[in-house]
């Protein structure tokens, strides 16, 4: 009897052993049982490293879930955590049980949670993540309080997504200068990749050095923004390879930012890659030192061949590739209208044309469909005015008659005769 005892024991605890007996702690997709059943938890290959590798996911994607409160359960030995598509506009401090040892996580996933606030002690013990994405939430970062300690914990970050990420109810400027901040606050000192597009970012010119906290920097992203121009620091990095421009509001890059990309080319002693396809270049007298700098620059200015003239004068050039573009003129005032060369304008000359007739940013000349469009509109607002004034005459005519009659009793009697002197007339 005994022996049989021992049997049954050692067959229960192999059958724990090998899975054969459910863990009461977890429920049927392999997580804890207090994420209910939303999420899976398992073996899955990666994409945060290009899906070469199975990693211990805990995913919960969609699920509905309006807290963190599961995530206090998040097993230790989680390798990849995603959390997307939820709504917790504010994580609270302590997202991660902060007694467990999360030694072995290495990204996290927090996208598209209409996350407004992160706290300063939302994560701890977060040292190994190497990717955080944030993107397609609604940061709100200009609190000075706990602002600049958001990403404190992320020692070892690599890769940070953000992505669509801020509040459109405040100005990209603003909350640029409080990145800087958090950069400064953060040291993340390891990172290499920084995603920013579709922030409707217009200018980083008030805080050119918003980048130079991250030492490490080896692609900066700003595709889909509103870009104007390259106006940021880069030679406080001296990782820079490649900067993304794709989709931005570029007519053409002033001699400073060229001058500056060439600087950090020359002394860096390799080469840089500018992306800065699907812009609105315009091709007239003001693009002749930009065009002459695409072909002849040692930057790798990426598929510059295929970049065209979406505005420009002569409108010839609209839809010309800027590389084949010989002829670039301005309008002038002054009918001075001609092909740009050294003898026709000097520098100053040329500088002081563009402060006359062009806005410093936004103006690229008007084309004839701009003023075609125009002129229809003047002529369309100018009919329907005068329908208007057709239609209601009668009401017209009883609003102007008293005002009429005023002013002819006011001045008639004192200018029937160009030759009598006119006099005050006592009412």
């Known amino acids: 009897m005994v022996l049989v005892k021992m049997l049954l024991a050692v067959a229960v605890l192999a059958m ?17 049982v207090s994420f209910r059943e939303k999420c899976r938890c398992g073996l899955a290959y990666s994409r945060y490293d290009g899906f070469k590798n199975k990693r211990y996911t805990v995913n919960c994607t969609n699920t509905g879930f309006a807290s963190t409160e599961m995530l206090h359960d998040l097993p230790e030995n989680t390798e990849v955590l ?8 504010e994580l609270p401090a302590n997202v991660l049980d902060n007694l467990k040892d999360y030694g072995d996580l290495e990204a996290i996933d ?19 993540v190497t990717t955080l994405v944030l993107d397609h939430n609604d940061l709100e970062i200009t609190d000075e309080k706990e602002r ?35 950069f400064y606050e953060s040291k993340l000192t390891e990172l290499r990749v920084l995603h920013l597009e579709q922030n409707e970012i217009w200018s980083i010119g008030k805080n050119q050095k918003v980048f130079c906290q991250l030492p ?98 002569p409108t010839t050039n609209i839809g010309k590739k800027l590389r084949e573009v010989q002829q670039l003129t301005c309008p002038s005032s002054a009918s001075r209208t001609s092909s740009i060369s050294d003898d ?63 002013i002819t009793r006011y001045v008639g009697y004192t200018g029937i005769a160009d030759e009598e002197t006119p006099r005050e007339v006592n009412v």
């Not at 007996?21 to 997580?31: E, K, N, R």
């Not at 995603?82 to 506009?89: E, H, K, L, R, T």
Request: glycine share 4%.
């Open 110 to 128: 927090m996208s598209n949670n209409n996350i407004r606030f992160i706290q300063g002690k939302t994560f701890h013990k977060v040292y190994s």
């Open 82 to 89: 995603i959390f997307s598509g939820n709504y917790v506009p």
């Open 216 to 313: 490490k920097l080896e692609q900066v992203l700003l595709g889909d923004n509103r870009l104007i121009d390259f106006d940021f620091r880069i030679d406080c990095l001296p990782e820079l390879q490649y900067i993304d421009l794709e989709r931005n509001m570029i007519f053409r890059l002033s001699d400073e930012a060229m001058t500056r990309l060439d600087s950090f080319s020359n002394k860096k002693g390799n080469t840089l890659q500018i992306n800065m396809e699907e812009n609105p270049f315009s091709c007239d007298c003001r693009s002749k030192s930009f065009i002459h700098w695409l072909n002849s620059t040692g930057i790798d200015v990426m598929h510059n061949e295929v970049y065209k003239c979406v505005d420009g004068y």
């Open 344 to 406: 026709v304008f000097t520098e100053r000359e040329l500088e002081d044309f563009h402060k006359t007739h062009y806005d410093d940013h936004h103006t690229t000349g008007y084309s004839s469909a701009t003023i075609g469009a125009l002129s229809f509109l003047l002529v369309f607002t100018s009919s329907l005015l005068l329908a208007v004034a057709y239609f209601h005459r009668k009401v017209l005519k009883d609003l102007t008659s008293p005002i009429w009659t005023f």
């Open 148 to 182: 600049p300690r958001i990403f404190s914990n992320f020692e070892g970050l690599e890769r940070l997504h953000l992505t669509n990420a801020f509040t459109e109810m405040i100005n990209a400027s603003d909350y640029l200068l409080s990145l800087e901040d958090i």
């Open 16 to 32: 724990a052993v090998t899975g054969g007996l459910c863990d009461p702690t977890t429920d049927s997709s392999g997580c804890p």
